[in-house]
């Protein structure tokens, strides 16, 4: 699910695992104590430390992946979902923008080319507006997610969700189709929720994800200061680096797609350029205004250039698809 940012604060180094190599590096007036080298989440090879953005540290890898570390403990990410729950999703303005008509278009027209119905399960459902898109597409479709304020929001709406860690809680039924819309920046086990989906679907089965593009337009412009470069997202993938992560779990490549572009956000983070924290509010009022593009006739020219964007994968999201065998 997506997130808010807040601060975190990062422990000693020396308390790290033990594949972080630290090494004393000047930083401004003050001397820190950096990691240099660390095990990659997705292929376990060596990654380097990268860049610095307020108190995070990110490594890239030989492969291309991009990663926080350290990694967040689980009582921190249930704690964190939950604030984000009871702040965020719950948020009236962020309601209005999440069930509004347009917000699973792209997703729900990209499921289309390969399936037209099924059983579909959504991990990382927040407030369920993609299980009611899909419900509404005709697919038997319901969802889960660690955060019980935003689940308990869209329980409310009549949708079928519930509030599970599919790595620790029982789901014994089998899908068509899972799906796991901008999740996996998420996860501090990418590689291993990934599996776990696998494992959830029927053979032939169909995993979509969408994650947010590192080599996308925003990227291309403001680099490490688009909002999206930030403690909630833990993991960096280039489409490039999306499919290997899919294919080394064990499923096969489909297609791909880029979407999403948004020169308000841009100019915002722009003009920002790490000096803070984005606050809720900052988040709300960016949202109410990127809903009054959406419905007004400027959004007609967003889609054609996203379109353009596209044909060079450059959109700000990648969306996949992959098969079980």
């Given at each position: 699910m997506p997130s808010v940012s807040q601060e975190r604060s990062t422990p000693n180094l020396l308390q790290r695992a033990d594949s972080a190599c630290p090494v004393q590096e000047e930083a401004g007036d003050t001397h820190v104590l950096?990691?240099?080298?660390?095990?990659?989440?997705?292929?376990?090879?060596?990654?380097?430390?990268?860049?610095?953005?307020l108190a995070e540290d990110y490594f890239r890898c030989h492969c291309g992946f991009v990663f926080i570390w350290p990694r967040p403990g689980e009582q921190y990410l249930q704690d964190r979902y939950r604030q984000d729950g009871e702040e965020y999703w719950s948020n009236e303005r962020v309601l209005k923008f999440t069930f509004s008509p347009s917000k699973s278009r792209r997703e729900i027209r990209f499921l289309r080319r390969f399936s037209s119905g099924g059983k579909l399960l959504d991990i990382g459902?927040?407030?369920g507006s993609?299980?009611?898109?899909?419900?509404?597409a005709g697919f038997d479709a319901e969802g889960v997610d660690i955060s019980s304020p935003a689940i308990a929001c869209g329980k409310k709406l009549g949708l079928p969700l519930r509030c599970l860690d599919v790595l620790n809680d029982p789901l014994p039924d089998k899908y068509d189709i899972v799906s796991m819309w901008a999740t996996l920046e998420h996860l501090p086990d990418p590689m291993r929720h990934l599996k776990r989906a696998r494992e959830l679907l029927r053979p032939e089965g169909l995993?979509?994800?969408?994650?947010?593009?590192?080599?996308?337009?925003?990227?291309?412009?403001?680099?490490k200061w688009d909002r999206y470069v930030g403690a909630g997202h833990l993991n960096y993938f280039t489409p490039r680096v999306l499919r290997f992560t899919l294919e080394t779990c064990g499923l096969r490549y489909r297609a791909a797609t880029t979407y999403g572009f948004n020169p308000i956000v841009i100019a915002k983070d722009f003009r920002n350029r790490g000096r803070r924290e984005l606050a809720v509010s900052d988040l709300c009022g960016d949202i109410s205004i990127t809903l009054r593009v959406k419905e007004s006739p400027v959004i007609h020219l967003q889609r054609i250039f996203e379109g353009w964007l596209n044909i060079a994968s450059l959109g700000d999201v990648v969306a996949m698809c992959a098969s079980n065998g």
């Open positions: 950096r990691a240099t080298s660390m095990q990659c989440p997705v292929c376990a090879g060596a990654s380097s430390f990268a860049f610095r953005k459902c927040s407030t993609f299980v009611r898109a899909a419900l509404d995993l979509l994800v969408s994650v947010p593009n590192f080599a996308g337009v925003t990227q291309k412009l403001i680099g």
